[in-house]
């Protein structure tokens, strides 16, 4: 009997390292989760704030559609710009 | 009953009508839940830390897991030097959490599900990081907007994009909150309608959808308060220690 009841104890032990491997990718899991969800936004805003800020700019100075256009694209690389200071985040931290 | 997915999401005054300066400042559903929110919270932390046993009880446990969170969020994120905004990031997550978890109650309403609450936490936070960098860096906080190692030819052209990219903070964080929980809601209140039109006979695969969903979306409440601490912390990184 005692083959079986170390056994046990080794499947205890084994069981218990497999939760704890487990629950640490979980949490992993999530921060990324976390990430993933941010990226998208980040690209719009950018582009919104930019074509926002080129609309206001054209009311002001009067050179519609000029300024839209090209805050517009601003705003694009403004968001690509994000996405990328995003992700070197990412790196950084895994 | 309403079938409208939209219409959890309506504002309507409870009591009294109040005009002051001509700006409709009346007591709403919204506020109502913002002031639930706020207490349950004030209970739930007042009764966790009114025992200090050496072993905690429930209550206890999670307040103090609660407070570990943030301090190591904190510290890993924006490092020593932002400890004394803590109370500030603290309040910030534990408002938005419940806000967000009390809307997953049933017949509630989700403050953060409409941009103009959240939109005024982002700006809040947006201007209050600008302030803390400018009084930390004075006027070197501006370096900010001048990264290293770009040719001068193309400085003025990055100048404007690093602009548009420190502007469109306030707008991601907030849409973000916002999207998240509307689209959430609207798709549960979505499934449910397909619950009742369906009926006994097609009505449970939505049915299992709407659960499925209802766990997702608990999550959702909370990686989204999650996720708005955090990049409060990191723009607070920022605006503390100015490296680029």
Known sequence: ?94 | MATNPMHQFSVHRIGPEIKIAGIDLSFTNASLFMVISAFTIFVFLSLGTKEKNLIPGKLQLISEMLYNFIAKMISDTAGSKAKPYFPFIFSLFTFVLFCNMIGMLPYSFTVTSHIIVTLVLAIFIFIAVTVIGFIKHGLGYLKLFVPSGVPKLLLPLIIVIEIISYLSRPVSLSVRLFANMMAGHTMLKVFGGFVISLGLLGGWLPLGFSVALTGLEILVAFLQAYVFAILTCIYLNDALNLHH
């Open chain 1, 1 to 94: 009997m005692p083959d079986t009841k170390d056994f046990k104890t080794r499947l205890k032990i084994a069981k218990s390292k497999l939760e704890k491997n487990m629950n640490q990718d979980d949490e992993k899991r999530g921060s990324f989760i976390g990430f993933a969800f941010k990226l998208g936004t980040e690209l719009v805003a950018a582009v919104v704030v930019g074509t926002i800020i080129g609309f206001i700019l054209d009311t002001w100075f009067d050179t519609k559609p000029w300024l839209i256009i090209i805050f517009f694209f601003l705003g694009s690389a403004a968001g690509m710009l994000n996405v990328i200071k995003t992700a070197k985040r990412i790196q950084e931290e895994s």
